[in-house]
């Protein structure tokens, strides 16, 4: 038997927080913990547990998915996230939804229930509401700093933010039988052009995951993990180059890097490697196992 590991993210980036953000962020990140390693404590998949913490972050305003994503630059929210499964190889995704209140339980009913792996704008909305999900005003997902931090890059010419965080959510974990799974849930950029389509929701950008080597969850500058394919690449380096979890993670953020991009990565294996890596000066994190949990945001 596997020792069940859970690793989320809540994005990176500056981070030069109040005390008090940086609470909230933290208590967020711990109720998202709390949720995965209810289920793989219970003996449940990591499939259902990277949902679990996944949905629990959607719904946190402090986090850029779901609930509190950021806004593109005419001023909607759009929102992209992907599942996988190691076991299979099986995915779903979807791509700029408006109000299903779960991108993320889009997704696995994308995975689930079509024969497709990524549905995008109107007909991702039109599955996911024939399957049931829970839809909700597109009000519902906005936050006053939200509209204040579009204004204030619009203002600044529409580029990105220096100070910018990313703060799209992920989790990754292993269960009891070594099976691995990825989660990805985002709001994108700020400012995003509308019909931009970031990394998270890509398989093999910004989630993957693979029995045969890791389960992976970016966060950042979206563009350059795509054209790094640094989801699918942490893996290939693993299996191809016999690489730790952590070697491959650092060789692809430094790739990310090279091509001008910014951002970090978690993963786990089957064997029970969990790590994670970032080129910003924060990443909001937490890793939980049957040993205990640990959430931070700068390095130690
Ligand atoms: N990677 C996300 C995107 O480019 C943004 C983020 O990590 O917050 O859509």
């Known amino acids: 038997m596997t020792n069940w590991q859970l690793v989320v993210h809540g994005g990176c980036g500056e981070l030069r927080l109040s005390p008090e953000e940086e609470g909230i962020g933290r208590a967020g990140i711990g109720a998202a913990l709390d949720a995965g390693a209810a289920v793989l404590a219970g003996g449940g998949t990591s499939l259902d547990a990277v949902e679990a913490a996944a949905r629990v972050l959607?719904?946190?305003?402090?986090?850029?998915?779901?609930r509190g994503s950021v806004l593109a630059h005419d001023g909607h929210i759009e929102l992209d996230a992907a599942i996988m499964d190691g076991r299979t190889r099986a995915a779903?995704?979807?791509?700029?939804?408006?109000?299903?209140?779960?991108?993320?339980?889009?997704?696995?009913?994308?995975?689930?229930?079509?024969?497709?792996?990524?549905?995008?704008?109107?007909?991702?909305?039109?599955?996911?509401?024939?399957?049931?999900?829970?839809?909700?005003?597109?009000?519902?997902?906005?936050?006053?700093?939200?509209?204040?931090?579009?204004?204030?890059?619009?203002?600044?010419?529409?580029?990105?933010?220096?100070?910018?965080?990313?703060?799209?959510?992920?989790?990754?974990?292993?269960?009891?039988?070594?099976?691995?799974?990825?989660?990805?849930?985002?709001?994108?950029?700020?400012?995003?052009?509308?019909?931009?389509?970031?990394?998270?929701?890509?398989?093999?950008?910004?989630?993957?995951?693979?029995?045969?080597?890791?389960?992976?969850?970016?966060?950042?500058?979206?563009?350059?993990?795509?054209?790094?394919?640094?989801?699918?690449?942490?893996?290939?380096?693993?299996?191809?180059?016999g690489e730790t979890l952590q070697q491959a993670i650092d060789a692809v953020l430094a790739d990310v890097k090279a091509l001008g991009g910014t951002g970090g990565l978690i993963g786990v294996s089957p064997t029970g490697e969990a790590a994670w890596g970032f080129t910003t000066r924060g990443m909001y994190r937490g890793r939980v196992s049957a040993a205990g949990r640990d959430v931070a945001v700068h390095d130690a």
């Open 58 to 66: 959607e719904d946190d305003p402090a986090f850029n998915a779901g």
């Open 92 to 241: 779903g995704a979807v791509a700029g939804l408006t109000t299903i209140r779960s991108p993320i339980g889009a997704a696995r009913a994308v995975m689930e229930h079509s024969p497709h792996v990524l549905l995008s704008f109107g007909g991702a909305e039109e599955f996911a509401r024939e399957h049931g999900l829970e839809t909700v005003d597109p009000s519902w997902f906005e936050i006053p700093e939200r509209r204040a931090q579009l204004a204030r890059v619009l203002a600044s010419g529409g580029g990105f933010d220096a100070d910018v965080k990313y703060g799209t959510i992920g989790a990754v974990a292993v269960d009891a039988a070594g099976h691995v799974a990825a989660a990805t849930s985002t709001g994108g950029l700020t400012a995003k052009r509308f019909g931009r389509i970031g990394d998270s929701p890509l398989i093999g950008a910004g989630t993957y995951a693979d029995d045969r080597s890791a389960a992976i969850s970016a966060t950042g500058s979206g563009e350059f993990f795509i054209r790094a394919a640094a989801g699918h690449e942490v893996g290939a380096r693993m299996r191809m180059l």
